[in-house]
């Protein structure tokens, strides 16, 4: 078993944070993932969308958000998100070069190894405006903030995963 931990981070223009539509804790987000079956190492071809309410239960009393066998070597995993233990991705951050960890996945024979933006994204600028239901898919995120009469621009999205250690 391996914590996961995925860090995003990004350059801001005039926003003051970034996060899931409904917060960190949204359990609706759909995190759309590459994985890797760590006994063979094979990935899977398919990206997942996991979510926090779209749980499979394992066993009499487990919850879990993915469950694979591997077509290659026949192993099974399983994939747990952590709730509880994200924060958004704000300027203090950006500004210090710094990533914001929005999800962490309890990982058993599976492993993320590529996170994609999609669609969902709340954000906020410095001057209190909020964008909502913001697609993240090309990339970037350009609009210009009315109540301020500034653009405001998310640049340079990029994530990893970082094993969380006690
Ligand atoms: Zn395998």
Redesign the pocket.
Known sequence: MVLLALRIRAEFKNIWKLEPQGGVNDRDFGYLLKVK??????IGKKEVCLSYNEAVLEGARKFVHLQKK??????Q?TIKMLLGRGCPLTNILTEAGDSACLMVFDCSGYEPIHFSFTAGWRVQSIAGTEFENVDLSPGEFVAFDKYAQAPVEISKLSSTFAVVRF
Do not use: A, K, L, P
Request: hydrophobic share 15%; glycine share 16%; proline share 0%.
């Open positions: 079956c760590v006994n063979c190492r094979e591997c077509t290659f070597c026949g192993s995993g």
